[in-house]
Each structure stands twice: as C-alpha cells, then as structure tokens.
C-alpha cells in the first residue's frame, strides 16, 4: 500500500528548526549542512496499531486534521516527541490519557518513542500526515483491511517504509 505526499515549501517560521538552520546557514556558510531526510522503515507493534484503527472506526465523531475537509476514520503519523501513530476518532472517554499519561489509541514505533528525536533521520519539521483507514489507497487496498488480514495471519509487525524525492515523500505500509 503506497501514498504519496507532496513537499510544501514555506518561509522558516522563528522557533522553528528550519528558522534556525537557516540562522546556522548565515552564520556558518557553506560549512553548514542540516539534518538530510533518509529514506528508512519505522516499524510499530501490530496489536498496537489495529487496536489505534479499530478504535477509529469505532469512534462516533472524527476530529480534522490539517487540510482535512471531511471527517472520517484515520490514523494520523505525527513525528515531534518520538514518532507515532493514533487514532484520530473521538469519543467520551472521561479519561484520555493512561497512567503513564500517554494519549489512548497511540502507539510509538519501535525505538522512537517520547524523548526522542525522529528528526535525525525524517528532516527536521513537526510531521503530521493521514493514513486513510477506509478508502481505497493507490494500490486499491483499504488500510483497515490490510491490519485485519495481517493480524489474522499472525503477523506482529506495521511497517510503514519512508522514501523522500524532489517531489516530496512516499509512504508505503506493510506487514510481517
């Protein structure tokens, strides 16, 4: 399953970390090389990822992320503390974090979790993209369907490959 992602382009904002690497770049010159985006697999506990796209589906009411116009089940990839997955569905669970104080239906990849910094390998920018749960992706598949049949088979494993071009980045999702 395959999703391309265009680059948007924008000017640093301050307190950025592009707003900074372009303070280096002044300062530095040519010397200065900032973090490159790689092209990598972050992989996520497959229990953990269906449970995150079941509550979606589940939830009575969607809540909208950046660009989004119509509301419906999801699992947001957001990179910024650590890297993880969650549902985007809302419900009236009086308490939405758990004793750790994680947010419910969120599940870190492997490695990456809170305190870490995935912009080391994915570029510097806070990361939010959709990974549609019900609609056909490129490929024709249907992500919720592709987690089902792979937690059915046994598989343990959500991996979700990363590749960066001048156009932007391509998200492939699979299982093992």
Request: with cysteine.
């Amino acid at each position: 399953m395959t999703q391309h992602i265009p680059t948007t382009e924008t000017a640093p904002q301050p307190g950025t970390p592009e707003y900074f690497d372009a303070l280096l770049r002044e300062v530095l010159g040519d010397a200065y090389q900032p973090t490159a985006k790689q092209d990598c697999t972050l992989t996520f506990p497959l229990d953990q990822v269906l449970a995150a796209a079941e509550h979606a589906i589940a939830a009575p009411e969607h809540a909208l992320g950046p660009c989004e116009t119509d509301a419906h089940p999801r699992l947001w990839w957001i990179k910024g503390d650590g890297t993880f997955l969650m549902s985007n569905g809302l419900d009236n669970t009086p308490n939405a974090r758990d004793d750790k104080g994680h947010w419910r239906h969120t599940t870190f990849a492997d490695t990456w979790g809170p305190g870490t910094f995935p912009s080391t390998i994915l570029g510097g920018d806070d990361l939010h993209e959709t990974l549609d749960l019900t609609r056909p992706q490129g490929d024709g598949q249907i992500l919720i369907d592709m987690l089902r049949t792979a937690a059915a088979d046994n598989a343990t494993r959500f991996l979700l490959h990363v590749a960066h071009d001048d156009e932007g980045m391509k998200l492939t999702m699979t299982t093992t």
